[in-house]
């Protein structure tokens, strides 16, 4: 792009208020002018791509994200471990994880 020649978004942004809201005004409306609209390139996919899942609601990934699973455990034992995570304020996944870590380390070292 030459020095001289503003992309569309610095263009947009030195608009005034009001020309910005009648450039905007179609596009509210729904009425996306053809002459305004064309496929993304792949850079423009990639980055829409990773504004997307930014947008996403829900609990931030962690690590490889979760998995959902149903087990079954003693009703005992059960009522056990969640008395020790409210104490130590922790959540009962965070203790099964944790849990797991703490069996494969015992056995794989």
């Known amino acids: ?10 263009r947009f942004m030195a608009l005034s208020e009001e020309e910005k809201a009648a ?4 596009f509210e409306r729904g009425e996306v002018p ?15 791509d ?8 829900g609990r931030p990934t962690v690590g490889a994200g979760a998995k959902v699973m149903s087990i079954s455990i003693e009703r005992g034992l059960l009522k056990k471990a ?6 130590h304020h922790l959540k009962r996944s ?14 794989a070292g």
Do not use: Y
């Open 82 to 87: 969640d008395a020790f995570a409210k104490r």
């Open 94 to 107: 965070q203790m099964v994880a944790e849990g797991l870590r703490l069996v494969m380390q015992r056995r």
């Open 23 to 26: 450039e905007l005004a179609p």
């Open 50 to 57: 990773k504004i997307r899942k930014s947008l996403q609601r």
């Open 1 to 10: 792009m030459a020095k001289n020649t503003k992309s569309p978004i610095e």
């Open 34 to 48: 053809r002459s305004q609209s064309r496929p993304l390139t792949p850079a423009e996919r990639k980055i829409w």
